[in-house]
């Protein structure tokens, strides 16, 4: 009865590798989205999802394809892995995108590029 | 712009003191909304308080109390009587209407707070 769950919670890969990271959420909300954790903690916004539409794209490389199938589901696609590509990401959930409600998050996946 | 900053990178107490870890914002707008959550060493994240830019009353939550001051463009967060649990960074974040459409959070760089028995 994970409110929002990440799959997989590590993900070790070699540079120039393409991997996906899913998220699911069961609270009912409409939006999702993804965060970055650098290796300093630092937390940024990377997109946002309101109802299987793309609401916010911070100026990601391109490389990085979310898709989200349904409002319950939205996973990150990432192509040709870099080593600055290491780093911790979290999906959240929350109600609405503009009520500015508390975000859930998921537990993270902390992917490492060697 | 939109900006949030913990000036305060490391702290450490010992059990029973109390802690004050500093937040302070930037915005232009005048409706927003500002948050404080809790890393353990877990790692996940979890949410702590929400609070507008409405109600700048004071809130309490058991150790926990946030005293807000748009005066200052603050929104500090006090524990009282801390515990080893307490150990974790904490991130204020900010997130407003008009400048951050779609509901995203601006961190700040997060505090690390230990707490030694």
């Known amino acids: 009865d994970t409110a929002v769950s990440q799959t997989p919670k590590y993900l070790v890969t070699q540079m120039g590798n393409d991997k996906s990271i899913k998220c699911e959420q069961n609270l009912g909300h409409d939006t999702m989205y993804w965060y970055k954790q650098d290796s300093k903690k630092f937390l940024k916004i990377m997109f946002s999802?309101?109802?299987?539409?793309?609401?916010i794209n911070e100026t990601v490389p391109n490389r990085f394809s979310p898709k989200s199938p349904d409002k319950a589901h939205l996973n990150l696609h990432i192509n040709s892995l870099e080593l600055g590509d290491s780093a911790v990401y979290f999906c959240?959930?929350?109600?609405?995108?503009?009520?500015?409600?508390?975000?859930?998050f998921g537990p993270g996946t902390r992917l490492t590029v060697l | 712009a939109q900006k949030v900053t913990q000036a305060q990178t490391e702290i450490s107490v010992v059990e029973k003191e109390d802690v004050t870890l500093d937040c302070v914002y930037e915005?232009?707008?005048?409706?927003?909304?500002l948050f404080w959550y809790k890393q353990p060493p877990s790692g996940e994240l979890v949410f702590l308080i929400r609070?507008?830019?409405?109600?700048?009353q004071n809130e309490i939550s058991g150790r926990y109390s946030w005293n807000f001051q748009k005066s200052t463009s603050s929104f500090n967060f006090t524990i009282t009587a801390s515990q080893v649990v307490d150990s974790a960074v904490y991130f204020c974040?900010?997130?407003?209407?008009?400048?951050?459409?779609?509901?995203?959070?601006?961190f700040g760089q997060g505090t690390e707070l230990s707490v030694k028995p």
């Open positions: 609070r507008n830019s409405f109600d700048e």
């Open positions: 974040a900010l997130s407003d209407l008009i400048y951050n459409q779609g509901g995203k959070l601006i």
């Open positions: 959240a959930s929350s109600q609405g995108p503009f009520d500015n409600n508390e975000q859930f």
């Open positions: 999802y309101n109802n299987k539409e793309l609401i």
């Open positions: 915005t232009r707008d005048t409706t927003y909304y």
